[in-house]
């Protein structure tokens, strides 16, 4: 369970999260359209965030190693 919280999780939001932001704007997975004012781009900081987590976490792991 230890190996699937320090080191799967993180891989699957890294992937995930890149996948977002390399998405272009308006296009097919978009949580929140970005033509909304003042909210519309609040999922793509969602995802820099997943992203920098996740970094941080396996960053952190590798080294404890």
């Known amino acids: 369970m230890k ?3 320090t080191k799967i999780f993180p891989l ?3 992937v995930v999260s890149g996948i977002y932001l390399l998405n ?3 296009g097919i997975i978009e949580l ?3 033509n909304i004012p ?5 999922d793509e900081a969602g995802a820099v965030i997943l ?3 996740c970094l941080k976490i396996l960053r ?3 080294e404890r190693e």
Request: charge should be positive.
């Open 51 to 53: 992203f920098l987590s």
């Open 3 to 5: 190996l699937l919280s």
């Open 32 to 34: 929140i359209p970005d």
């Open 24 to 26: 272009p704007t308006a």
């Open 38 to 42: 003042y909210i519309g781009n609040l």
């Open 12 to 14: 699957i939001g890294l």
């Open 60 to 62: 952190a792991k590798k």
